[in-house]
């Protein structure tokens, strides 16, 4: 069974950091187009930012331009998000996903359909507060 893991989330303060991480296993990830989603109470579920199965396409939701970095590392079968100058806006459930289909340019074309990604993690929760 395919499983997507995300961890390093938490409590941080307005202007602060963190990075998450998915881990995934029984799934090769560098196959296939990964996202960052996230839904904060009351509210839809929503794409953060995708990156290619090449590495190659990398798009971001206006809000979290130049704040968030997605990035992938092959050999741990790993994507990251690394989060800086959080806003209490940031604030979510944070879930990793990965695309239905392998080398599917779901990135490049429809970034944040939700259809599009047929494995998630559980979500993790990022909470930014004083």
């Known amino acids: 069974q395919v499983n997507l893991v995300e961890s390093g989330g938490g409590l941080v303060q307005p202007g602060g950091s963190l990075k998450l991480s998915c881990a995934a296993s029984?799934?090769?990830?560098?196959?296939?187009?990964k996202a960052w989603f996230r839904q904060a109470p009351g509210k839809e579920r929503e794409g953060v930012s995708c990156?290619?199965?090449?590495?190659?396409?990398?798009y971001y939701k206006d809000s979290v331009k130049g704040r968030f970095t997605i990035s992938r590392d092959n050999a741990k079968n790993m994507v990251y998000l690394e989060m800086t100058d959080l806003e209490p806006e940031d604030t979510a459930v944070y879930y990793c996903?990965?695309?239905?289909?392998?080398?599917?340019?779901?990135?490049?074309?429809?970034?944040?359909?939700?259809?599009?990604?047929?494995?998630w993690g559980q979500g993790i929760q990022v909470t930014v507060s004083s």
């Open positions: 996903a990965a695309d239905r289909a392998p080398y599917s340019p779901t990135c490049a074309l429809t970034p944040f359909d939700k259809e599009r990604y047929g494995y």
């Open positions: 029984k799934f090769r990830l560098d196959y296939y187009d």
């Open positions: 990156i290619s199965s090449s590495g190659g396409v990398t």
